[in-house]
Each structure stands twice: as structure tokens, then as C-alpha cells.
């Protein structure tokens, strides 16, 4: 018998993913910011990396500290607490007078964000039904696109219509968002299976980080780690600087390559809510495996393409991210699935600072190797790794994760006698 979706699963659901709207949002308004910004205040190459980095070392610490927060404090709590520091963030980069204060407001927004993905994930799929966890916890990756297009078209509206502060404004509107955020929040209840999870002597045994760098918690632990790596490794190196490349393939105007930005957004959310319907009915490793594939093979060809050559790009780079894309909703729910109730977030915070170190490396050097090499060498140099990933991914096969109940995983890891005794076992029920 199939368990149906609850208005307070859809609603929990909705709050919990608009993290990752506010994620969305706030990374892909940086893009049109560049475009006031790099002229106004002379930025070079490397001041630019390091805007469109420091956010991703944020997220990266933000999530390895909150996800263990977030096991120790709960869900709701937490939830909070994050995008208060988040807010805080936005409001230094709407009044920045400098480019320091702007960095510490991207590093505090980072953060908050990074903060945000092991509470959601987490809280998500400890309330989905198991037949419905991989599209309610994949959601999140659409609500990422609907924010980052909302973003695009706040940007272009400001462009077109503002002066030359009007990127002060558009920072500001995500301060307002996230305030709302904040409101709705209030209204959800805790976890039950962390609340279930915390009274139960049993599950404490399992509940130290340790646990995690053993069988049978390790091998799934690095391959969701190195393909969340992976997939925001190879986005932030082009859609952090998705309206500089739109101008640079012929998109001249500023206007022109934030609306063609705000497109491709648009069209990335609706490709995400498709994939979103059929993720619980095929096994998540072939998903992540022949998804990624097809974004090597496509991203690679990204290399070949000539400036003048706008509609190409814009196809191959449509085509290449929805592979991106597939793979990374896929990685929502699969990057909390392994993991016992006290260590979820924790784990999940880890993955989230191994996918953000990405983030910060290529954000960092992609317009420094651009700038040195050219657009071929670039590509060429993000495409190696993604490759080598990939071959990384063949290799290790984790336990099948789909269809079956969180409890039923670890009660599987438990029989094989791996972590501790049956006498471990603990049913949790929402």
C-alpha cells in the first residue's frame, strides 16, 4: 500500500526546499552583479574568482559545521538559525562599500546556505513515504533553478531600469525572500524520527562521527561526497559566470545575457521537475553514472566552440547542464539514504563541504586558467576532472538505496554485522 503525500509533508516539503530556491537565487544573482561591478570597481580576474568563491568555502564550512549541529540540535531549530546568518550576509553585501565587506557578506551568505542543505535533505526524507522520498527530497534541486530564473529576472528588470547601484537592490530583494523563509519556518514541527532517534539508548551507540569513516558508512560516504564534488565543481565554473560568457558568445548587452541567463534558468527548472516524477523508479547509481557521462561527453564539446558560434553554445551548454542537473537531483536523496538518524545531516554536511570545495576551486581559477589558456584550455582543464571522476564512479558500488524504507538500509548494513549488533535495530515511523 503506497503512502500518500500529506499537506504537511508538501508544506514541510515547500519550506524546507526553499533553501535551495534562496541557494539558486543568491549564487546566480552574483552573475549579474559581475556585470555592475567588475566595471565599477575595476575588478581583475582574481578579484573576481575570489567573489564567486568565497561563498562556496562558506557553504562548504557552513555545512560541515551545521550538519553536525543539525543531528545534535534538530531540524527546526537549526532550519532557522541559518538563514538568520544568511540574512545578516545579504544585508553586508546590499550596503558594501568595499570589496572586503563584500566578501564577508558572500562568505556569511555561503554559510548560511551550506548550513541550509544538510537540515533540508534531512528533514525531507525522514517525512517522505519510501516510495515518494527520491521525488519530494529531489524537489530541491528544481526549487534551485526556479531561484536562480527568479533571480535572472530581477537582475535584468534592475539592469534595464536601475542605475549603475542598482546590484545593491538586487541583493537586497534576497534578504527579502529570506525573511519569508524564516516566518514559514516557524511553523514547522521537529522530525519525528529525530525526536524518536534522540530518546533511544540504542541509536546513540551509532550516533559518534567515527561511525562514518568505517564500514558499511565509509564507501557510500565518499561516493556521494566526490559526485557532489563533482557536479558543483563543473557548474560553478561556468554558471557563477554565466552572463560574462553569454557576452563574450555574442549576447553584447548586458540585458540580452541576463534575459538569455534567465531562459536557460527557466528551462533547467521545468527539465528538473520532469526528472523529479520518474527518480524512484530506476536505481539511483545508474542515474548518477549514466548521467554523468553524458555531461563529460557534452561539456567537453563546450571546448570547440567558437565565439562567434552563440547558438551552439547556448545548445550545448542547455544540454550539457541537464545531464548536470539530472545527476544532482538524484544526489538529494541518495546523499541522505545511507545514513542512521543521528549521523544523517552530519554525513550530509560533510558531502557538502566535499561538493563546495569544488565549488571553490574552479569559481577560483576557471577566470584565472580562462585568462591564461583561453576558453579551450579551460573547459579542457574542468573536463579532466570531470573524467577522472567518472572512472572513480564505475568503480565504487554502494548498497541500492531505492524503494526501500531508511530503516530497511541501515537494517541491512546491521545484518551484515559491520557496524554493531541486532540488538541496534530501531524502527522509526512518521
Not at 544538510?118 to 524537489?139: C, H, Q, V
Not at 554558471?239 to 545575457?257: C, D, E, R, V
Amino acid at each position: 500500500m503506497q503512502e500518500k503525500i500529506t499537506r504537511s509533508i508538501a508544506f514541510t516539503t515547500f519550506v524546507a526546499a526553499m533553501g535551495a530556491f534562496l541557494d539558486g537565487y543568491d549564487l546566480s544573482l552574483l552573475g549579474g552583479v559581475f556585470l555592475f561591478i567588475k566595471p565599477l570597481w575595476h575588478l581583475t580576474p582574481g578579484q573576481i574568482g575570489l567573489i564567486g568563491s568565497v561563498g562556496f568555502l562558506g557553504m562548504a564550512l557552513g555545512g560541515i559545521i551545521f550538519g553536525r549541529v543539525t543531528d545534535k540540535l534538530g531540524r527546526r531549530e537549526s532550519f532557522i538559525i541559518d538563514l538568520i546568518i544568511l540574512t545578516i550576509g545579504g544585508v553586508l553585501c546590499a550596503v558594501s562599500p568595499n570589496l572586503s565587506i563584500l566578501v564577508i557578506g558572500r562568505f556569511l551568505v555561503g554559510f548560511g546556505i551550506g548550513a541550509d542543505i544538510p537540515i533540508s535533505t534531512s528533514l525531507i526524507a525522514e517525512i517522505s513515504p519510501t516510495d515518494k522520498r527520491g521525488f519530494l527530497t529531489g524537489m530541491m534541486q528544481p526549487f534551485w533553478f526556479i531561484g536562480a530564473a527568479s533571480s535572472g529576472v530581477i537582475s535584468a528588470l534592475f539592469v534595464t531600469y536601475g542605475n549603475d547601484q542598482a546590484w545593491r537592490w538586487i541583493f537586497g530583494t534576497g534578504v527579502i525572500i529570506a525573511i519569508v523563509v524564516i516566518l514559514l519556518r516557524m511553523r514547522i514541527p521537529e522530525s519525528p524520527r529525530w525526536l524518536a532517534a534522540k530518546q533511544s539508548k540504542e541509536t546513540i551507540r551509532v550516533s559518534q562521527v567515527k561511525t562514518l569513516f568505517v564500514k558499511p558508512y565509509l564507501l557510500p560516504l565518499i561516493v556521494v561526497s566526490l559526485f557532489w564534488f563533482l557536479v558543483v565543481a563543473r557548474g560553478a565554473s561556468f554558471n557563477t559566470y554565466m552572463p560574462i560568457l553569454l557576452k563574450m558568445f555574442g549576447f553584447h548587452s548586458k540585458a540580452a545575457a541576463l534575459w538569455m541567463n534567465s531562459l536557460l534558468w527557466g528551462i533547467y527548472a521545468l527539465t528538473t521537475i520532469g526528472f523529479t516524477f520518474f527518480i524512484d523508479k530506476f536505481k539511483r547509481r545508474t542515474l548518477v553514472i549514466y548521467g554523468w557521462l553524458f555531461d563529460t561527453i557534452l561539456t567537453g564539446s563546450l571546448a570547440f566552440v567558437h565565439s562567434s558560434q552563440a547558438a551552439l553554445f547556448v545548445i550545448l551548454m542547455l544540454c550539457s547542464t541537464i545531464f548536470n542537473q539530472l545527476v544532482t537531483i538524484v544526489l538529494y536523496p541518495w546523499s541522505v539514504e545511507f545514513f542512521p538518524t543521528m549521523l544523517r545531516a552530519t554525513a550530509q554536511g560533510i558531502s557538502t563541504g566535499a561538493r563546495n570545495v569544488g565549488g571553490v576551486a574552479t569559481s577560483l581559477v576557471f577566470p584565472i586558467i580562462m585568462s591564461s589558456f583561453g576558453w579551450e584550455g579551460a573547459v579542457l582543464s574542468v573536463v579532466t576532472v570531470m573524467a577522472v571522476g567518472l572512472a572513480l564512479g564505475i568503480v565504487l558500488r554502494p548498497v541500492e538505496t531505492t524503494k526501500r524504507s531508511l530503516e530497511e538500509i541501515s537494517d541491512e548494513h546491521l545484518t551484515l554485522g559491520e557496524v554493531t549488533s541486532e540488538n541496534s535495530k530501531t524502527q522509526f515511523h512518521v
